[in-house]
């Protein structure tokens, strides 16, 4: 088993909604187990006009899928909540799962990157996940995601939305919880 980072994103209809039906399904799941899951930031839209903000979290689930297994399972859950496969750049969607880091993996191959090629850009992906795992390391840089976070210039607003404890969903030393 390996711990998986995923980042989750939504900016159509109900978004925390859409979010907190995908921690739940990663809470109800065979080869995925939620382990973890960050507060709710919303945030400003980067390299596009005319989005609705977005809602944004970040997950850790266990898992024993390969990386492309985890990446079509990650594809299948987006799909359930209506989001299609085959979708232009930048467009809105209901629910974005990427698939940030796993474990200390680093591939590249067409259809898959780790650890994704942007995480280090990304405001609205690096505050989440330093709400869960701010010690975590970038298996190629070697630097924390608070080190990586505290690099980032001033850039697109990410503000709070909902604490996690806030949320319906929880961990606890005995497993999730509804």
Not at 71 to 86: C, D, N, T, V
Not at 94 to 108: C, E, F, I, N, Y
Not at 147 to 163: H, K, N, S, W
Request: a positive charge.
């Amino acid at each position: 088993m390996a711990i998986a980072y995923v980042g989750l994103g939504s900016n159509v209809g109900d978004r925390l909604r859409w979010l907190t039906s995908a921690l739940a399904e990663f809470a109800r799941g065979v080869d995925l187990r939620l382990a973890g899951f960050s507060s709710i930031f919303e945030t400003e839209p980067v390299g596009v006009t005319g989005h609705d903000w977005y809602l944004n979290a970040a997950a850790a689930v266990s898992t024993a899928l390969e990386p492309e297994a985890l990446l079509e399972r990650l594809r299948a859950i987006e799909a359930s909540f209506g989001r299609p496969r085959h979708r232009l750049p930048g467009a809105a969607r209901t629910l974005d799962l990427d698939l940030l880091l796993l474990g200390d993996v680093v591939r590249q191959s067409p259809a898959l990157t780790l650890p994704h090629p942007r995480l280090v850009e990304r405001r609205f992906v690096l505050e989440p996940l330093c709400g869960i795992a701010p010690h975590l390391r970038h298996p190629v840089l070697g630097r924390s995601v608070r080190e990586l976070l505290a690099a980032l210039p001033v850039g697109p607003t990410v503000r709070l939305f909902l604490p996690r404890g806030a949320l319906k969903i929880g961990v606890t030393a005995a497993g999730v919880r509804p």
